[in-house]
């Protein structure tokens, strides 16, 4: 009998730990030490603006600058200190790539982190995905930029819940995809959004997706808004649990090669 009960032990110990190397993969590597760039402490704060060295291509239009905004969403053109979010598509028509847009407060918990790079190895980490989920497009990445909120608080927040989740954005200046990483996911709703102090949760959920500005080429990640956004860690469109992948310099939705809104 206690042979079978060191047996179970071990075995809950390996499954916990093979989750854990799940979380550790899904993530690309973030943290100062890796040459991140911390934004300030600030409620609905921003990162300064970002010039890029290669454009990045969103639905026809090329940026050479963003901003990494502590409330969930990098955005190009202008930063973005909204938190409670809206449904894609907006109506100001900013570009907004929006991991996970509600009402982050860094003051009371976490950072959120960013570097661009051109580092060689990162780059072939980013090729390599691309090409796995997208099988048919001749893709290699020269830039790429690694935006992470690492254990982040909510505004109003009468409880340890934190939350984890990145965008990767990934571009070779012509074509461009965006990879959103969902780690841990423990609050969808700051207090000022109608959320509930002490759960994170209520009122307007966090918003997942991403909105070219144009009105015709957005994608809300379903759940987003509601009560579900608290489990997309365990959602996926590329088979990977908590990993959400787009192309986004045409109209492709995940891993299809079929064009939705197709021009030509
Ligand atoms: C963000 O935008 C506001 C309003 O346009 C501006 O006043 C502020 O300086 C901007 N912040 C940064 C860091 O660029």
Known sequence: ??????????AVGLALASAENAKASLMYPY??????????????????KINIPVPFTFYGKKYNSL????????????????FTPDPFPLDGGSPFVAPYWGDVNNLKGGDILWRQTQQPALLSRCTADINLY???IPFTTTWALVAT????????????KVNTFQAVLITNG?????MLNYADIQWTTGVASGGNAKTGL???PAQAGFDSGDKINYYNIPGSRTSDIINIAATTNVKTPGRW?????????????????CLE
């Not at 009998?1 to 071990?10: A, K, Q």
């Not at 943290?31 to 300064?48: A, C, L």
């Not at 787009?246 to 995940?254: R, S």
Request: glycine residues 10%.
């Open 174 to 178: 012509e074509l461009s995809f965006i």
């Open 245 to 261: 992948a787009f192309q986004v310099d045409e109209f492709v939705i995940g891993v299809s090669t079929e064009k939705i809104n």
């Open 67 to 82: 901003y990494v905004n502590n409330n969930g969403v990098v955005s190009f053109g202008v930063n973005v200190s909204q």
């Open 134 to 136: 997208f099988p048919d």
């Open 1 to 10: 009998m206690e042979i079978f009960y060191v047996f179970l032990l071990l």
């Open 149 to 160: 909120w690492d254990r982040v608080a909510y505004f109003g927040t009468a409880s340890k």
């Open 202 to 204: 209520g009122g307007t």
């Open 31 to 48: 943290g100062t030490d890796q040459g991140d760039t911390k934004n300030p402490k600030s409620d609905d704060g921003t990162s300064s």
